[in-house]
């Protein structure tokens, strides 16, 4: 995260309960989720700069 810039939380789940939970099976995924946890879009691939700015806008 330091040598991108990054300035979202991401999670890392060693034990990929989390992933169980959430219904990722493999990477590239990404969710974006709100203040409470309810999600507001996911996606397999690449981050959609459009659609995770029209989301939180």
């Known amino acids: 995260m330091e040598s991108t810039g ?13 992933w169980r939970q959430l219904g990722i099976s493999g990477q590239p995924a990404g969710m974006l989720l709100d203040a409470n946890g309810a999600i507001l879009d996911s996606w397999r691939g690449a981050i959609p700069q459009s659609r995770v700015l029209e989301a939180i806008a």
């Open 6 to 18: 990054t300035t979202f939380t991401m999670l890392w789940d060693p034990t990929f309960e989390s």
